[in-house]
């Protein structure tokens, strides 16, 4: 399994962002949480290469609502983990059990939410 995903632009390949599992994974289930994207995708969005594509309306949606839902909760340095706790504890990520240790930053949260809301859709690679 690799250990970075990209989101591509639909519009505009040459946009992209990279993620790594650390804090793609907890994303996938942030997104589920709030309700945007349908089981399926969902779950293919979770393993590399699958192509997952996200339309410009979704990309927008989970912007606005990733912005407004969680982000607006957090301040720089915290994370969130898959079940949407927000926590200050640092990263130890764990190489054998990656979903067990994994949060998304807000760093992170952050550049997602501003390449979704940029975005005219995007494809999970």
Known sequence: ???????????????????????????VEIIRHLGVLDENRLQRMRVNQQHV?????EAHTIADTLRRKVCAELTPGQRVTP?????????????????EECSASYEWLQQFVEFCR???????N
């Open 83 to 99: 079940d949407l706790r927000i926590t200050s504890e640092s990263a130890d990520f764990d190489w054998e059990h990656p979903e």
């Open 1 to 27: 399994m690799h250990m970075r995903f990209e989101l591509i632009n639909l519009a505009d390949p040459s946009r992209f962002v990279r993620v790594n599992l650390w804090n793609w994974q907890p994303t």
């Open 53 to 57: 594509r996200v339309n410009a309306d």
């Open 118 to 124: 940029n975005s005219q859709g995007f494809e999970v």
